[in-house]
T-cell receptor, first 117, second 113 residues
Framework: SQQGEEDPQALSIQEGENATMNCSYKTSINNLQWYRQNSGRGLVHLILIRSNEREKHSGRLRVTLDTSKKSSSLLITASRAADTASYFCATGSRLGAGGTSYGKLTFGQGTILTVHP | DTEVTQTPKHLVMGMTNKKSLKCEQHMGHRAMYWYKQKAKKPPELMFVYSYEKLSINESVPSRFSPECPNSSLLNLHLHALQPEDSALYLC????????????FGSGTRLTVV
């Protein structure tokens, strides 16, 4: 089952504008991650925010996390045509015990971002 | 080496065929994952291996058989697949429980005819 729900499902903007995507989830998490996928190929890890963090920045990316509302947002500033892709939020859970813990990453439905030159 | 390598990139197989997908990483990650992604849908977890042991099987049909021969390799053996199994199969790896994020391969595009 999919944990995260994203909106909007699709976003179309002009180059230079900011893009904001939102994600909601249902259960407790260890972290929340954002990934980009170009043309149905592999996913690229963009940024991870831990459950005890509220905001994180990486280059043109800004992610926020509100655990009380079980929601996150990803802001891409000064967008470029090369940012055109599908963006997925994914909730990370820690399972297992001790040194052999493993993760479970559950994806949201994704947002298709189109940036027009 | 910071990549996950998947082979082949494309695979077309008949419903009576047996084939295998391969995944390799040399980042020292001890957790490896198989995901399945249908067109215009998010990836769905199939299997998780931790320290070469199967930790999660998300109720995947037995026609998909995972194998982790060592800490760098992950295979997915396919047998008697159905056309609805056509999808992008993604391999990923992480340090333990993914506290630093996951590294994904570029996937194998599988078509079952």
């Amino acid at each position: 089952s999919q944990q995260g729900e994203e909106d909007p499902q699709a976003l179309s903007i002009q180059e230079g504008e900011n893009a904001t995507m939102n994600c909601s989830y249902k259960t407790s998490i260890n972290n929340l991650q954002w990934y980009r996928q170009n043309s149905g190929r592999g996913l690229v890890h963009l940024i991870l925010i831990r459950s005890n963090e509220r905001e994180k920045h990486s280059g043109r990316l800004r992610v926020t996390l509100d655990t009380s509302k079980k929601s996150s947002s990803l802001l891409i500033t000064a967008s470029r045509a090369a940012d055109t892709a599908s963006y997925f939020c994914a909730t990370g859970s820690r399972l297992g015990a001790g040194g052999t813990s493993y993760g479970k990453l559950t994806f949201g439905q994704g947002t298709i971002l189109t940036v027009h030159p | 080496d910071t990549e996950v390598t998947q082979t082949p990139k494309h695979l077309v197989m008949g419903m009576t065929n047996k084939k295998s997908l391969k995944c390799e990483q040399h980042m020292g990650h001890r957790a490896m994952y198989w995901y399945k992604q249908k067109a215009k849908k998010p990836p769905e977890l199939m299997f998780v291996y931790s320290y070469e042991k199967l930790s999660i099987n998300e109720s995947v049909p037995s026609r998909f058989s995972p194998e982790c021969p060592n800490s760098s390799l992950l295979n997915l053996h396919l047998h008697a697949l159905q056309p609805e199994d056509s999808a992008l199969y993604l391999c990923a790896s992480s340090h333990l429980w993914g506290s630093d994020g996951y590294t994904f391969g570029s996937g194998t595009r599988l078509t079952v005819v």
